[in-house]
């Protein structure tokens, strides 16, 4: 089920554990400099609202709708940073794990590979959560990352276009895998009372697609489980589309 909550992506899972629920924003964040002073990322800024598509027809593209999923504003240039948090069990002494898929254009963030639906070790191939608190961009290097950036579809800049030569899917798309029940039992066996808390907070020339901005560091945390503690057989999966400021006002009104 995924539902949208304070301007949150919201993945839940109650058929397999009544906490397995992990939230998702995207924030706008500046542009960092590509010198050794802005080896750090710039904080983020206010989270990006979210609307589902389904609200939007007759106002948006068809192949948006055909994706469904949900959509955001992004002025192009402008840089973006995925933040994950997940519901904290203190009666286990954990977030409740994900193993999470992102992909840009249908390029995966972690490996700069095409988008695949399975979760793959060698290279992993995706985040963990809550050991992952954030993402700012596409992996191309050891601990090293290009900022997300926002490209028009159809220039050539977007990861997509770069790796495939083609313009037709744009946007991010996410996949999450819960851990299995028996798995996060066995790994965190109950200690305390029970309380449940979040930690922390188109077509080919439609649309924004995300561009790889300057290199900065920022580690993919390592999967400290098992293949097969992921539940493969209870998955979610939403395509997010960008819309640029024109796309965003004649759609939405705002």
């Known amino acids: 089920m995924i539902l949208i909550e304070n301007k949150q992506l919201v993945f839940s899972f109650p058929e397999v554990h009544p906490s397995a629920a992990m939230r998702v924003a995207f924030q706008r964040t500046r542009r960092s400099r590509d010198d050794r002073k802005g080896d750090v990322l710039p904080n983020a800024t206010d989270r990006c609202p979210l609307y589902h598509v389904d609200d939007f027809a007759g ?6 709708l055909e994706h469904g999923g949900v959509m955001l504003p992004m002025a192009q240039s402008e840089a973006l940073r995925l933040t994950f948090n997940s519901a904290y069990i203190e009666d286990s002494g ?4 994900f193993a999470v898929l992102v992909a840009a ?3 995966n963030a972690v490996t700069g590979q ?40 159809g220039s050539g800049q977007t990861v997509e276009e770069q790796i495939t030569g083609q313009s037709v899917y744009g946007g991010l798309q996410i996949m ?14 109950i200690r305390n009372k029970t309380r449940y808390n979040m930690v922390g ?6 649309g924004m697609g995300l561009a790889p901005g300057r290199r ?18 209870h998955t979610s999966r939403c395509f997010v589309h960008i819309a640029d400021a024109g796309e965003w006002e004649k759609s939405s009104g705002n």
Not at 119 to 130: A, E, T
Not at 216 to 233: E, R, S, V
């Open 201 to 206: 907070e188109p077509s080919p020339a439609y």
């Open 94 to 97: 954990s977030a409740y794990p």
């Open 59 to 64: 106002k948006i593209s068809a192949a948006w």
């Open 114 to 153: 095409r988008w695949e639906n399975t979760l793959s070790r060698h290279p992993q191939n995706y985040l963990v959560i809550p050991e992952q608190r954030k993402l700012d961009g596409y992996c191309s290097g050891p601990g090293i990352v290009r900022q997300f950036v926002a490209a028009p579809m």
């Open 176 to 189: 999450v895998f819960p851990m299995k029940s028996a798995a996060f039992i066995r790994r965190f066996p």
């Open 105 to 107: 254009g249908k390029i």
């Open 216 to 233: 900065k560091k920022q580690k993919h945390a390592q999967d400290p489980y098992d293949l097969t503690d992921w539940d493969t057989t």
